[in-house]
C-alpha cells in the first residue's frame, strides 16, 4: 500500500508558477509509476503528466508539455510537479497517483493509488 498527500497549491496568477509535491509513504513508492492528474469542475479528470520508477521516461498531456515538469525523489518518497507559464486553464484539483505495476500510462483507471487533491487557481 502508498499512501499519498499532495501540497504546494494555491492561487496564482496567470504567467506565474507553481510546484506541487507529493509525499508517500510505503515501501513500495521506488517501484511505482506515478502521475498526475486534475479535474476541473464539471469536467472529467484529465492526464497531466507521468513518470516511470527510475525517473527516466516521463510524458506530458499535449496542453501541459513544455510548462510542466515532473520529477521524483525516490530517496525522499516525493514526486514533484513544476508548473510553469500558469494559464487561466488550468485551473484544477491537482492528484498525485501511483500504479504499482506496469508502464507509465495517462488512464486513470491504471493507478490504484490517490492523493486528495491540491487545489490549484490560475487567475487572469
Known amino acids: 500500500q502508498v499512501h499519498l498527500v499532495e501540497s504546494g497549491g494555491g492561487l496564482v496568477q496567470a504567467g506565474g508558477s507553481l510546484r506541487l509535491s507529493c509525499a508517500a509513504s510505503?515501501?513500495?513508492?521506488?517501484?511505482?509509476?506515478m502521475g498526475w492528474f486534475r479535474q476541473a469542475p464539471g469536467k472529467e479528470r484529465e492526464f497531466v503528466a507521468t513518470i516511470s520508477w527510475s525517473g527516466g521516461g516521463t510524458y506530458y498531456a499535449d496542453s501541459v508539455k513544455g510548462r510542466f515538469t515532473i520529477s521524483r525523489d525516490n530517496a525522499k518518497n516525493t514526486v514533484y510537479l513544476q508548473m510553469n507559464s500558469l494559464k487561466p486553464e488550468d485551473t484544477a484539483v491537482y492528484y498525485c497517483?501511483?500504479?504499482?505495476?506496469?508502464?507509465?500510462?495517462?488512464?486513470?483507471?491504471?493507478?490504484?493509488?490517490w492523493g486528495q487533491g491540491a487545489q490549484v487557481t490560475v487567475s487572469s
Open positions: 510505503g515501501r513500495t513508492f521506488s517501484s511505482c509509476v
Open positions: 497517483a501511483g500504479r504499482p505495476y506496469g508502464d507509465t500510462s495517462n488512464a486513470p483507471e491504471d493507478y490504484d493509488y
